[in-house]
């Protein structure tokens, strides 16, 4: 209550603009920074999604580079970071936001594309009853080739 108050008053107060921090008066910062990503790539994926973006390198190389270098201007230009005393905070939670992206866009994309994905299905499941039909496969392996594994 009052502590928490406090607590998080003191912290946005380390960083607000050109507060310098470094790893001894913000040791949070790293999973500050992890969050800004997660919700960078969260935002983004949705965008993507709401787009209807079908460009996948264009939107993947870009989503990237709004995880990874928008918390660096963040924290070098805004916040004057001391960011030699921390370990690895330029790159720490880009790939789990960079996840979070994709599986977001995936999941929008997917979600208004359900006739394809549903002829997709039935193309896969009938190609592979056909293949099951002009072949027998034999669970067991030519007598000569038990002892090879």
């Known amino acids: ?14 960083l607000s603009y050109h507060s310098k921090p470094d790893a001894t008066t913000v040791p949070e910062l790293p999973v500050i920074t992890t969050w800004i ?16 973006e079908t460009k996948g390198i264009t939107g993947v190389l870009f989503g990237l580079n709004v995880i990874t270098f928008m918390p660096m201007f963040w924290f070098n230009s805004y916040l004057d970071a001391n960011i030699e005393s921390y370990k690895s905070l330029s790159f720490i939670g880009v790939p789990n936001a ?26 896969i499941s009938g190609a592979t009853m056909i293949a099951g039909r002009e072949e027998a496969v034999d669970p067991m392996p030519p007598s000569g080739m038990e002892g090879e594994f």
């Open 37 to 52: 990503r997660f919700v960078l790539g969260g935002l983004y994926g949705v965008s993507l999604g709401l787009r209807n």
């Open 1 to 14: 209550t009052f502590e928490q108050t406090k607590r998080t008053t003191t912290t946005m107060t380390r």
């Open 98 to 123: 960079f996840a979070l992206m994709l599986l977001i866009w995936i999941t929008i994309f997917t979600m208004q594309h359900g006739e394809a994905e549903s002829s997709l299905g039935e193309l």
